[in-house]
């Protein structure tokens, strides 16, 4: 039998092909046939913007787009719209994401909503871009050749796909809503992409029985895109929260809408509570508490095994594993470090203002005590609406380095006497520690790690690696990073620029959070593009143990760094000695952004900090037990 040979993509034809295997358009909202016809326009923006915003990258010409209206005399590689035109692709965008098909179930519908017909304009320039399909090779734009019409009908669909989804990336009050409840298409695409299993109702052991209680979810992730007929294995798409504002690059031509690469090394999920219950969109602060748990770490608290490379070889290498000997493991003590928490987060209310969100560093927790403290926070903090922490483990048993996300809703009749429900999500770790001569040194760990000339890695498994993107208010998402996930630019840097998240925490093992080291500069990275707000923290037994082997005159007690796009200098956050926890308070507007073929783009939001927006808080006062149980021990 006659092996068959995958031709190569040459033309836009070849690329159609690809992209749309089973056909351009769903043609049942509750059964998955499709169309095979590859000579419609798709009917979902999000398939129609990754395609057009695919084959750009693909080609490579979106380069040579200049978002003027007069080409820049005398260069080659230079293409332009009219304004005419430009303003028809925003105009028919709008259009096009107000003839929504809802079905007979609206807008709980667990079934495709699908979008309504495409402006015919939008057909015109499809059937256009089809009539070079079979001829026109898409890598031969040379400097002697003028631009193809082709070009500019990418950027146009490109445009009018992207208006066509506004406000999904940032759940943004403006969107239309019906009895409460998110009704336009690309709110209903992006719910009815994930999966949300409810967990048993939150335990109270303080109560009766018979008192009601709020429930545990699990936000599970269904597809990587929220495109609907695009090959995945070409291009996923997910919603954005920010633009980049800086650079020629595809991400900067979108406003609503990322172009992601195929599933495969990095999945990237959008994750939106299936609720209305958020919290007001027009709060101007989010006040955090940084709890840097563990205080102290010992070389007891190392597990190391070697592995020589090989024989009659000096270089050998070996894996190390933490042994959490901080954490409460038992019921007593538990509870002892739950009201540990409470009184941090009492003082800091009394002191300062109210709290919206709880912070803890990478491998402080489990996922018993996480899921305690959530629980808790449930039934006690009713401002909280965010508790981010890094874990050894996960809900569903897995061992490693996790990072545990929890977003607090209101109860559906907003009671202020029931717990509320919480969604819960997890990830893994992307990259291990890697633990050489240098770092063992800085910390002064040589005991627990002799000989120091090895190198160890983090023992942790590596799963399918994921980004998720959390609405926590209409209009702001957050994102989370583990330690080398910042530093190490593979795979996730390209995908968190792409989507943008207005928030991003990045959970440390690491020394003090000076900006003359690694994470500052990385962070600064990410607040220029795409302009996010970026803090790292870590523990303050790292701080304490890289301070060990420095002389007293150059210790330095910052556990945390801010880095927002609006300051032009990093902010320490410290914690000394007698605090234990630290304060941080951020102001929150709305900014302008503009993408690449100047659409402006106003209400974006943005989280910065003022003056005396950070403080340290100390309980040891009225609660000196509790400091010695888990600060001084």
């Keep these: 039998m006659a092996r068959r040979v995958q031709k190569p993509i040459t033309t836009i034809r070849d690329f159609v092909g690809v992209a749309f295997p089973l056909g351009t358009r769903v043609i049942s909202g509750r059964s998955p046939n499709r169309s095979r016809n590859r000579r419609e326009c798709p009917n979902m923006p999000p398939d129609l913007f990754g395609f057009c915003a695919a084959l750009l990258r693909w080609s490579g010409v979106y380069s040579y787009y200049n978002p003027g209206a007069e080409p820049l005399d005398g260069s080659p590689y230079i293409f332009s719209l009219a304004s005419d035109e430009l303003k028809s692709a925003r105009s028919v965008g709008i259009e096009w994401a107000e003839c929504g098909d809802w079905g007979d179930d609206g807008a709980n519908t667990r079934g495709l909503a699908l979008a309504g017909e ?13 009539s070079y399909s079979s001829h026109r090779i898409i890598f031969k734009v040379t400097k002697d050749d003028e631009v193809p019409r082709w070009c500019q009908l990418l950027i146009l669909m490109t445009v009018a796909a992207d208006e066509a989804s506004f406000g999904i990336g940032r759940f943004a009050p403006e969107t239309a809503k019906v009895e409460g409840k998110f009704v336009s298409w690309a709110d209903l695409i992006l719910e009815i992409n994930q999966i949300e299993e409810a967990e048993e109702p939150i335990k109270d052991t303080n109560q009766s029985p018979t008192i009601d209680s709020g429930h545990l979810h699990k936000l599970v992730p269904r597809e990587q895109t929220i495109a609907t007929s695009l090959n995945k294995e070409v291009a996923c798409v997910q919603p954005k929260s920010r633009t980049s504002p800086v650079g020629c690059t595809l991400r900067a031509l979108s406003q609503n809408l990322a172009l992601l690469p195929h599933r495969g090394e990095l999945r990237v999920h959008c994750l939106k509570p299936a609720s209305d219950r958020l919290s007001d969109p027009n709060q101007a602060s989010l006040n955090l508490v940084l709890i840097p748990y563990p205080f102290n770490i010992s070389t007891d608290d190392f597990e190391v095994t070697e592995d020589p490379v090989g024989e009659g070889t000096d270089n050998r290498w070996g894996w190390f594993h933490i042994n959490q000997r901080w954490l409460p493991h038992t019921k007593s003590v538990l509870s002892k470090f739950i009201e540990f928490v409470d009184a941090i987060l009492a003082k800091a209310a009394a002191e300062h203002d109210i709290i919206h969100g709880l912070v803890f ?37 897995d061992e490693g380095n996790f990072v545990l996300n929890a977003t607090f809703m209101d109860n559906a009749d907003r009671s202020s006497e029931k717990p509320r429900d919480v969604i819960i999500t997890s990830r893994a ?41 959390h609405l926590f208010r209409e209009g702001s998402t957050y994102s989370t990073l583990i330690c080398e996930d910042l530093a190490r630019s593979e795979p996730c840097h390209e995908a968190l620029r792409a989507v943008g ?14 900006t003359s080291r690694w994470s500052c500069r990385y962070a ?61 308070k951020l102001t929150g507007g709305r900014v302008s952004e503009a993408s690449l073929d100047n659409r402006i783009q106003p209400g974006c939001w943005i989280w910065a900090i003022k003056e005396k927006s950070v403080a340290q808080i100390d309980i040891s006062g009225t609660h000196s037990e509790l400091v010695n149980e888990f600060v001084d021990n």
């Design 118 to 130: 495409p402006p015919k304009i939008i057909l015109e320039w499809w059937k256009e871009l089809l």
């Design 361 to 397: 560093p990478e491998y402080s927790l489990d996922w018993s005590t996480y899921q305690s403290l959530t629980d808790h926070i449930a039934k006690n903090h009713h401002s909280i609406e965010l508790f981010v922490a890094g874990a050894s483990n996960n809900c569903e048993g």
């Design 524 to 584: 600064t990275g990410m607040a220029e593009d795409p302009g996010s707000s970026v803090l790292t923290f870590t523990s303050r037994a790292l701080v304490e143990a890289a301070n060990s082997t420095r002389d007293t005159s150059t210790h330095n007690w910052a556990i945390g760094l801010w880095k927002d796009p609006l300051n032009p200098s990093p902010v320490p956050i410290e914690c000394a000695p007698g605090s234990q926890a630290a304060f941080l």
């Design 429 to 469: 770790k992307h990259h291990r520690w890697c633990l050489e001569k240098h770092q063992i040194a800085s910390y002064g760990w040589e005991e627990a790690f002799d000989p120091i000339d090895m190198v160890r890695w983090e023992k942790i498994s590596l799963p399918p690696r994921q980004i998720h993107t």
């Design 501 to 514: 998240p207005n928030l991003l925490f990045v959970l440390l093992m690491d020394g003090p959070q000076i």
